[in-house]
């Protein structure tokens, strides 16, 4: 596409402060919010990332339909505070409605009218293995998504857009199975202890000394929940005295990590590198807030791809603050871990870092290599630490053998010492599928969030009433989309995200584009109008969070 | 042929004003509150417009007819 022609160009672009440097004015074009940052030698190819405006009548018709979802909202809680109407969520009880009401809040008042009505595009029950075709149980409702009834009936073959099986390793046949099959003959299947006390199998071992020669690190260790990694590891990491600073779209595993800790959290903005540095040197000059003490610690938690806007941390830099301002970064690669990079090893690995760099690498098995569980790597001190005082490690039932011999012999084919090159064909494919998949939807001219290599694509809806309707004209045609409403996003960004995979053919990638192409047409949903804004040549303030045309 | 295709048009606009609106999403009774609500506003707004606006404007043209004639006047006695 362009991107030669960009690179090119930008190359030729005067430094600013920090290092950063701006692309030329004459590449871009007006109303595309788009960064591409060429570092001094901090990024090693181009970094392309682009969050489209919303235009502002797809804007105004959003609160349109909001306000009068929200009218007949209020409309059906009346009647059925006064009877008209049988009342069919949950309410308190008669003795109860004294006390501090539960259900007068605006999530549940979102829940009752405005989630019933679409409830029907999630919780599909499927009944198959969720490779890139899946099978699904097929339900009605008659009373308005109140409640399902299955008709008996199996949609068959629906092309998968909404499964993290990132390198396919989602199968039900092939040498995982088998793997894990004689492991489940030898071992069983629970392991009915923890970590601590009975539950330490030699598998366990394996796996935890091969988690740690693919990540580069000098030792991990596994866990059985890729949520209870994150949430009871930082606080055994962090307490109080210490600051954690933290995106601002990072996951609910990470933010109720943070909480627990008891340490300090600050937000600074998504991605956003003069956020951060703005963040941190505060920190360094003031120190805790009323005893002026330096903080104990200083951990920055960012994600490798956050799943929501398909957008990846940009590493280099945050690594170059973290050395410049002697803090800690703790990276959450769920999904970044096998889906990056030329063979699969992250985020650390796609921009060329050193992996001793990172202090803390987490991920999940959960994604890449169709399994469960999550991993935590770093230096053996840390490590043999987190093995002791580690909630998890301490508290936690340890993983079943089956699924540590899925992970041990996928991780193994991806780095290819099974004597094959399937996990590198598969990688390689991944990287195919997410280019050529991203591409065409933006040729269509579809609003698409995120990285150019993020295999997360989100593609904006926005209207509230497009989101069941994208949904369900998407399983007519045989395809399973996940949607994605408030309050996972901000209630006027809905999105639709597809999530794609190794196992996706070309054929199958064709179909699915042909028939959003479809839907596409028939529900309005192709905002774009491929404006872009150059890159302002003014330093970061608090007021200037986008770029916005002058 | 154009018929059919003005038709399949129509029930285009009308499937976009159900989205927009979302009126999709509600049920059959409340789509007949709303659409009744909409169709009355419409009408009056209609009615009062196709009422009031000749009118207006017919009082309009002639405030500024007056207005332009009375300079006439005043021009023509100046010069002499």
């Known amino acids: 596409m362009e991107r030669p022609d960009r690179a090119a160009a930008a190359l030729g ?104 009505r679409i409830r029907d595009s999630w919780n599909r029950p499927i009944c198959s293995v969720p490779g890139a075709k899946v099978d699904m149980m097929e339900r009605v409702s008659h009373d308005y998504n109140w409640t399902f009834t299955y008709t008996g009936r199996v949609i068959k073959d629906i092309i998968n857009m909404g499964s993290y099986n990132y390198l396919g390793f989602a199968q039900n046949a092939g040498t995982c199975q088998e793997a894990a099959d004689k492991v489940l003959s030898q ?109 104990k610690k200083i951990l920055i938690l960012v994600e490798g791809i956050y799943s929501m806007e398909g957008s990846i941390v940009r590493l280099p830099e945050v690594i170059a603050l973290k050395k410049k301002y002697k803090s800690y970064l703790y990276l959450d690669e769920a999904h970044s871990i096998g889906a990056l990079g030329p063979s699969g090893r992250g985020v650390v690995e796609y921009f060329g ?10 991920g999940t098995f959960t994604k890449s290599f169709g399994a469960a569980g999550g991993y935590i790597g770093g230096k053996k001190e840390l490590i043999d630490y987190l093995r002791t005082s580690s909630h998890s490690a301490v508290y936690a039932t340890s993983m079943s053998p089956p699924v540590v011999e899925q992970i041990i012999t996928s991780m193994k084919c991806i780095m290819g ?38 295999p997360v694509v989100p593609l904006m809806l926005y209207m509230p009433a497009k989101i069941g309707a994208f949904g369900r004209e998407m399983l007519k045609r045989n395809i399973g989309v996940v949607v994605v409403g408030f309050p996972a996003t901000p209630i006027v960004e809905s999105r639709a995200r597809f999530c794609l995979s190794a196992a996706h053919t070309k054929e199958m990638l064709d179909t699915a584009l042909k028939e959003i192409n479809e839907v596409g047409d028939l529900l309005q949903l192709k905002y774009s109008r491929h404006r872009l804004v150059p890159l302002l040549d003014r330093p970061f303030d608090e007021t200037t969070y986008e770029e916005t045309e002058d | 042929m154009d018929v059919k295709s003005m038709k399949n048009y129509l029930y285009w606009l009308y499937c976009q004003f159900e989205l927009i609106t979302c009126s999709y999403l509600m049920e059959p009774w409340e789509k007949l509150l709303f659409y009744t609500f909409n169709i009355t506003m419409l009408v009056t707004v209609l009615y009062t417009a196709y009422i009031f606006v000749p009118v207006h404007i017919s009082m309009a043209f002639q405030f500024f007819l007056h207005l332009f004639g009375n300079q006439q006047e005043n021009t023509v006695s100046v010069v002499k």
């Not at chain 1, 409605?97 to 829940?111: A, R, T």
């Not at chain 1, 870092?353 to 987490?362: A, G, I, Q, S, W």
């Not at chain 1, 933006?442 to 990285?451: D, Q």
């Open chain 1, 13 to 116: 672009a005067r430094p600013r402060a920090n290092g950063c440097s701006s692309a030329a004015h004459g590449t871009l074009r007006n109303g595309y919010i788009n960064h591409i940052v060429h570092n001094g030698g901090l990024y090693k190819r181009p970094f392309n990332e682009a969050f489209e405006e919303t235009p502002m009548l797809v804007a105004v018709l959003t609160y349109v339909g909001y306000g009068v979802l929200t009218l007949f909202g209020y409309l059906r809680d009346f009647m059925r505070q006064w009877k008209i109407e049988k009342c069919q969520n949950a309410t308190e009880r008669e003795e109860q409605k004294d006390f501090v009401p539960l259900y007068q809040d605006f999530e549940n008042f979102y829940n009752r009218n405005l989630y019933m």
């Open chain 1, 187 to 295: 071992y069983g299947a629970g392991v009915c202890s923890t970590r601590q006390e009975m539950g330490n199998l030699d598998k366990h071992e394996e796996l935890e000394k091969l988690v740690a020669r693919f990540l580069g690190v000098e030792s991990a260790m596994a866990y059985g929940m890729g949520f209870a990694t994150n949430s009871m590891n930082i606080p055994a990491l962090v307490g109080k005295g210490c600051l954690i600073l933290s995106d601002e779209l990072n996951h609910a595993s990470l933010v109720l990590g943070a909480r627990l800790s008891g340490a300090t959290i600050r937000i600074f903005k998504h991605n956003n590198m003069q956020s951060l540095e703005k963040l941190l040197k505060d920190a360094i000059v003031h120190g805790q807030p009323r005893t002026r003490r330096p903080w």
């Open chain 1, 353 to 362: 870092l050193n992996p001793e760099d990172v202090d803390v690498m987490m």
């Open chain 1, 417 to 454: 010492e099974d004597g094959t090159t399937v996990g590198k064909a598969r990688v390689q494919q991944l990287a195919e599928n997410t280019r050529y998949f991203r591409r065409r939807l933006k040729e269509m001219g579809f609003i698409i969030y995120g990285n150019e290599d993020s």
